[in-house]
């Protein structure tokens, strides 16, 4: 079982920056690929980013690729979101969610715990 917490939302500028935590509860969190999504209102929730357990491999959605960065501390089990030069577009709910794939999945039915979301919102 994996608890997830998020953190680090807030309000930013476009072209900003922001930071988002990802807190898990749980000894084997080192053994679960870590991704996170995004909803924003009226929409699905879509894909943004995902590491594997060591952290070897990274995949990200076309939209925040060269924007955004993924990482993790498995001695913190902590991922992180780093997030730069925000847009409008990128206004959403952020997640967190963990998945014994040992791959860097997009999808999110592949994911077996979810977080509760952050709110990150980029005004213009």
């Known amino acids: 079982q994996v608890q997830l917490v998020e953190s680090g939302g807030g309000l930013v500028q476009a072209g900003g920056s922001l930071k988002l935590s990802c807190s898990a509860s749980g000894r084997t969190f080192s053994m679960y690929t870590m991704g996170w999504f995004r909803q924003a209102p009226g929409k699905e929730r879509e894909f943004v980013a995902a590491?594997?357990?060591?952290?070897?491999?990274?995949y990200y959605a076309d939209s925040v690729k060269g924007r955004f960065t993924i990482s993790r501390d498995n001695a913190k089990n902590t991922v992180y979101l780093q997030m730069n030069s925000l847009k409008p577009e990128d206004t959403a709910v952020y997640y967190c969610?963990?998945?014994?794939?040992?791959?860097?999945?997009?999808?999110?039915?592949?994911?077996?715990?979810w977080g509760q979301g952050t709110q990150v919102t980029v005004s213009s």
């Open positions: 969610a963990a998945t014994r794939s040992g791959i860097t999945t997009p999808r999110p039915y592949d994911y077996d715990y």
């Open positions: 590491i594997t357990w060591l952290g070897g491999n990274t």
